[in-house]
């Protein structure tokens, strides 16, 4: 694992806007991980351990997508039918963020694509330092909201370019009553 010191830290974007002292502050919480190549980080529909932030390494995001093996035999259970790798991360990556922050199960599967080092920020070390009042803890929330929106606004633009492209009225109404459910259940209005 690189030398992680707060100049290390400056260079990633959660960290982003945070002074030398309260890189320092973070770094005390965190907590080192070693992956080897092929080893799962996080599982899809489990619990969340926490933030994971690359250091070193890579590792590929795995969509998991669920369906019925045989649709005649319907018992209502659905299965993984599939595994897609939907994204490759890289140094100063973030992941598992979502979890993190609303407490829920992983949407996807993270596996080390080479040796893997990463830093975990526990959810409960963060809710401690927001207890406190700790700038930096508000900080890297910002950053990871930031990180977010970014997500879905690409999300968002993918999924009407596929959409679109299917020339499929149905679809499209789909993906449009879903989308305002979407915003008017989280209390959005753009």
Known sequence: MPSLTPDFLANIPIFRDTSEEERNQLLQVMEREHYNAGDDVITAEQESRGLHVIVEGTAH?????YGFTNP??????AQIVDR???ATLEIGAVFGEISFFDGETHTASVQAA???DALLLPAAKFEELLKQGNYAAYK????????LA????SA?????ELILAQHDSLARSRWFGSHLELYGRAGHSD
């Open 150 to 153: 970014g997500r879905l606004r």
């Open 84 to 86: 897609t790798q939907i």
């Open 156 to 160: 968002d633009k993918l999924i009407s």
């Open 114 to 116: 080479s040796d893997l």
């Open 61 to 65: 995001v795995i969509l998991s997508v």
């Open 140 to 147: 890297v929330g910002l950053n990871a909201a930031k990180i």
């Open 72 to 77: 005649i035999i319907d018992d209502g259970e």
